[in-house]
């Protein structure tokens, strides 16, 4: 079904307002998936707050123009499904590969993340990126853990200062 200019119009608006907000993007060739696949893909990327379109190349051409992902362009060939991750930079590239995993017609063509083209075996670097909340909890533990070697250090003295003590009434109950 052919699409009117106003349709176009509001495909590209929708498409240029998540790419400007979103962390990364990855491109991935569809060909030979069936509908309840697709269908699944779209359900995980829900889930984890990824966008999931399949546009024309030449309405996502026109979407990316400036944004972060105008350097995906020159590759927009093809059929292809575009997901940009929303909530952290490797929530799309996770969707993707553990969804690429099973299928094995679904095919990464490009990546990118802040204005940076990948390359496409860089899927895995991208997905492996900590969520907002692993790396929030990674950067606590960074910051505790000098705290806790003070207190360690600071509660060794008197327990040191015992075992002298321990130590000195043992050796004259010996003697």
Do not use: W
């Amino acid at each position: 079904m052919a699409m009117n200019f106003a349709q176009k119009e509001a495909v590209v608006a929708e498409v240029a307002e998540v790419a400007a907000s979103a962390y990364s993007a990855v491109a991935a060739e569809y060909c030979g998936l069936t509908v309840g696949e697709m269908t699944e893909l779209r359900a995980q990327a829900r889930k984890a707050g990824v966008y999931l379109k399949v546009v024309k190349n030449t309405l996502a051409r026109r979407a990316f123009e400036g944004t972060d992902y105008a350097c995906m362009s020159e590759g927009l060939t093809g059929p292809l499904v575009l997901a940009l991750s929303q909530e952290d930079p490797g929530s799309a590239a996770r969707v993707i590969k553990d969804f690429a995993k099973d299928h094995d017609k679904l095919n990464v063509t490009m990546l990118a993340i802040g204005g940076e083209l990948l390359d496409k075996s860089e899927l895995s670097t991208l997905a492996s990126m900590p969520t907002y909340d692993e790396a929030i909890s990674m950067l606590m533990a960074l910051m505790k853990a000098p705290v806790e070697k003070l207190a360690r250090t600071i509660n060794e003295v008197p327990g040191k200062l015992v075992r002298t003590v321990a130590a000195v009434k043992e050796a004259k109950e010996a003697a």
